[in-house]
């Protein structure tokens, strides 16, 4: 909950996604996603594969991963796009990647927003030359109607206005990842 005697009262313009809402939609997306797979690890002789993108999607992960109720291997990658989003060619460079193999295997990427798409369309062909039993997305946020690529992500937790939103993994300058909800910056905040 927001909490207007903390740090972040006076940075925070407002709130978009409260804590609770975000508890009740990882828990629904977990069910969602536990249904779909209750049979992966039967059918591949292994765990279903959760890949989170370092930094911003790290509290959803741990918050998903603990909300499904089959069993999972996690992987973490860290990727570096060229240049600005906005400019951005979707030219993505690996920084770390998995360590095992993923041939054969149901892959879940999990992601924290998805903006333009460039950088989610460039791993999910990236995963797919690894040949992997199937690959799907969950991402925590959505902006819709901004997808320059049109990647297909089958699960979803909220869709957002397009505004610049930190929070809950999502960072201004490397700042308020660990703030339990989604928020808007005052512009104030901007100019510092
Ligand atoms: P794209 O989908 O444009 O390739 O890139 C998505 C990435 O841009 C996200 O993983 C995130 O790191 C960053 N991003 C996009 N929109 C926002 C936003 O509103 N706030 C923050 N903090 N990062 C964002
Ligand atoms: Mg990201």
């Known amino acids: 909950m927001f909490d207007p005697d903390s740090w972040y009262a006076d940075e925070i313009e407002r709130t978009i996604i409260t804590e609770d809402e975000i508890r ?23 765990e279903l594969l959760l890949v989170g993108v370092f930094k911003g999607a790290v509290m959803f992960m ?19 796009s060229y240049g600005s989003s906005t400019t951005s060619s979707g030219t993505v460079r690996i920084l770390k990647d ?61 869709d957002i206005p397009n505004e610049f939103v930190v929070g809950y993994g999502l960072d201004y300058a490397e700042r308020y990842r660990e703030l339990p909800f989604v928020g808007v910056l005052k512009p104030e905040v901007y100019q510092k």
Do not use: C, N
């Not at 798409?117 to 992997?132: D, F, I, V």
């Open 24 to 46: 009740a939609k990882v828990a629904e997306l977990g069910a969602r996603v536990s249904a779909d797979f209750a049979d992966s690890a039967s059918d591949t002789g292994d």
């Open 98 to 158: 998995i360590d095992s193999d993923i041939a054969g295997r149901h892959i879940i990427v999990v992601e924290d927003i998805i903006d333009s798409g460039l950088t989610l369309s460039w791993l999910l062909k990236y995963l797919q030359g690894m040949h992997p039993a199937s690959v799907s997305v969950v991402s925590m946020l959505r902006k819709p109607g901004v997808q320059r690529v049109d990647v297909p992500v089958k699960y979803v937790g909220f």
């Open 62 to 80: 741990a918050d998903f991963a603990r909300a499904l109720t089959v069993p999972v291997k996690m992987e973490f990658m860290a990727l570096s």
